[in-house]
């Protein structure tokens, strides 16, 4: 095991190179709160870091070889390595076939895997993949109180909901999840790339109907817009049913609105749109949402959609992820997503073809659109979550649509000009309406 | 002779591949318009040249030819126009002799109204051979029993006019059903199958097995009392012919289907018939989820059995002989697709199916040979045969092997009027542009291309009865399986789309091992501890065998 005082010294320039590390810059102190070595060779850390208002807590699995023989598992992955102490190389025991393997071990005791690999490119969370059959997801930022996702899966299963992978085995460390094991399901691929897909076949078809086309992606939406519905009464089975605060979602919305500049929306418009929302009086339930939701949390399956990734936008603090809120906060997550999947195919295609396919991504989007929200509608219908007129369905939806791509407006105007179109024509749409 | 299927090797059919022949199709030794048993054992070499291991005949015997022969009236007898018994003796010996085995249908639930079982049974209620069929006097019982051909047939009973009762059908009104529940019946059918085999088939296609008893308050399919007769039946036959084959056609969703091969004690074969309608939607859709879906959905079969499975057969694909939950799925997926409801429901030969484009044709073989089970090719798709819509019923798919660009087809030397069925005379597929000659000739056609992948597929038996496992690609246009068996490996990796693509393949555990692609023995970069990259020209596949580096 190495020392808490050593990895002290390499943990803050390390940190700062990951993507899962919530700061900007390199932290001036880290503390090593805890520290274990769980398997042989693998050493446990748990580290405190000093953001701007409060502590952030991180966890790190560090492995170790002499610095004279550098394992060929770092090459190419020179960001996983922490330094070198004492005439040891250190290093992100994730990348260590041999410790990754053992640490299966320590999350499900007893299951045993021959080969291991990294997931890949995540924001959050690092994750191993087992025989094609296990991923086991490491949190690298802990939240004292359990993991939402970890909270949200297991009482999905226990409440019927199958759609989710099913959970093997927790990790726990006293106030802390660190980690979970689930199935892994070889077959399935990813909402994202299926819609991709879909719109690739579309745009190239020599047909101007997306339902006359092969690659037609409606069936998936409609059958994705039950999962959804289904997800949602699981959710509310377990963790209960609330009001809704049509008032507190305008103040909301109003204060988002303020952040856009003056000519990005038509103001009298959003002035209307913001007194309608407050003039709904059946605004449906509020319960526990997915709250990140968008083609890239689904996965299509031989069983069907699967939902993963509970945790919320991981920018955002804990009890504002967990907060109840409507169950169409989700539909708008994906309905935007619908938008920025049409748009992303056609930015693919030549400059000069673009002008001409714009008319089909609308229609893509708004058939799966209606596609998705009639697959949505029908399960959900009756069950008491929605509003039971369907004006005040629309104005609800329509709220969380706004207050998504007011966000994706500041967020793309900060950092990707290029694509900042895409949710200001949303935004004019539904204040159009 | 083919050195993957040993006539000693008893479950030969479990890698076996087979090729379903129409003999009034394939080739006329006498020159009266209708293919012969003569004329297919003069093409045996043809047939052994091309690669398979099996042929399989639609029915030859004695009939009305009311429905393609599969209303017999004589089970012991030969169609005279196919020829007669000694020409099946010496089509089996001459196929026997080159290697290749030899299944025929079989109708076992039901006979035509001409057989003279069914005459004599209709005489009156006391003949010998009056309990041979199922009668009543009235045309209530078994009412939960669905009409099948709904088209044609009003009720599963029929008056009949001489024994002043009804008779049970679960086909046309001309096929009266057998009565199983007499004993005689079941020892008959039993000497049915003892003759052929005794004369050296290698076994049976059984048809419509489903269906041979009733019972109140049941729908009269897949009953226990069937399943126990086919048990019966496949003791006798394993007694006396050891290495014989029966497969069954039971048109039902896997998880049914798979009753019919017992605990291995009744069928050794059945078709798979979701996963057919599955390839097609996957490469409509560029994705591989109907596929994978699919089979996620067929169950393990029992030690020594087998799948057949097949891109097209003599039949329509209909969707109403698959489940209702299928046909749901199908119908959600493609009824609004004009070109799929077009095309399912409506018999097609392969190459018009996929607009005659050869790399989905090739895609889509690729992917049969490759799939567990044993692959059933149909007559002529190996040269890209069309189709004729206008023959209208099943006859479209039905029309002459085109052999040569000679007058029909080289399929017959009689008068172009006599012929059962013209041969395609169209410009894309008719025989000028489409025959076996032309094709043999050209190193670069489908046919080459064919005989080539046989030859491939039958150097490596896992594809028969290898493992299978899904290989996790990010990408949804491609599709990847590992097919393995002791120490051989097979990497196959599909792409359904018409675009190029990417696929990156966590192949870490065969670390260290170099893929060989088999149709050109191409040995390709070694697998390391990254993600395996491959990229896939559209509609391209790739068979990799997986062989230890030579050090």
Known sequence: MIDAASLEKVLPDYLSRQRWYGGTEVPSTVRVRGIDEPVEGLTWVLVDVDSGDGTDTYQVVVGHRPATEPPGFVQGHEEGVLGTVDGLLLYDAILDPGLALSLLGVVVPGEKAEVVRPMGAEQSNSSLVYDNRLVLKLFRRLVPGGNPDVEVVTALVANGFENVPRPVGVWERGDYDLAICQEFLAEAAEGWSLALTSLRDFYAADCDDPAECGGDFAPEAERLGDVTAHMHVALAQAFGRHPSDPEAWAESLSRHLAKLDPNDVDQAAAARFVERLRAVVDPGQSIRVHGDYHLGQVLRTAAGWYVLDFEGEPTRPLEERTRPTSPLKDVAGMVRSFHYASRVAVAEQAEGQRQAIAPKAEKWELRNREAFLQGYVAAAAGTGLLPADEASRDTVLATFELDKAVYEVLYERQYRPDWLDIPLSALRRLLAE | MSGLVTPDDLRWYQRAVFYEVLTRGFYDSNNDGTGDLPGLTEKLDYIEWLGVDCIWLLPFYKSPLRDGGYDISDFFSVLPEYGDLADVVRLVEEAHRRGLRIIADLVMNHTSDQHPWFQESRQDRTNPKADWYVWNDDDHRWSEARVIFVDTEKSNWTWDQQ???????????????????????????????????????????????????????????????????????????????????LLAEANQWPADVVDYFGDGDECHMCFHFPLMPRMFMAIRREQRMPITEILAQTPEIPDGCQWGIFLRNHDELTLEMVSDEERDYMYTEYAKDPRMRRNIGIGRRLAPLVENDRRVAELLHALLFSMPGSPVLYYGDEIGMGDNIYLGDRDGVRTPMQWSPDRNAGFSKADFAQLYLPPLMDPVYGYQAVNVEAEVRDKSSNLHWMKRMLEVRRQHPLFGTGSMEIIPVENPSVLTYVREEGDDVVLCVNNLSRFAQPAELPLQRFAGRTPLELLGRVPFPRIGELPYFVTLGPYSFYWFQLAETPS
């Open chain 2, 163 to 245: 024994r002043q009762q009804y008779y049970w059908h679960r086909f046309f009104s001309h096929q009266p059903d057998l009565n199983y529940d007499n004993p005689e019946v079941q020892l008959a059918m039993f000497d049915v199958v003892k003759f052929w085999l005794d004369i050296g088939l290698d076994g049976f296609r059984l048809d419509a097995v489903p269906y041979l008893y009733e019972r109140d308050g049941t729908n009269g399919e897949n009953l226990p009392e069937t399943h126990e007769y086919l048990r019966r039946l496949r003791k006798e036959v394993d007694a006396s012919f050891p290495g014989k084959v």
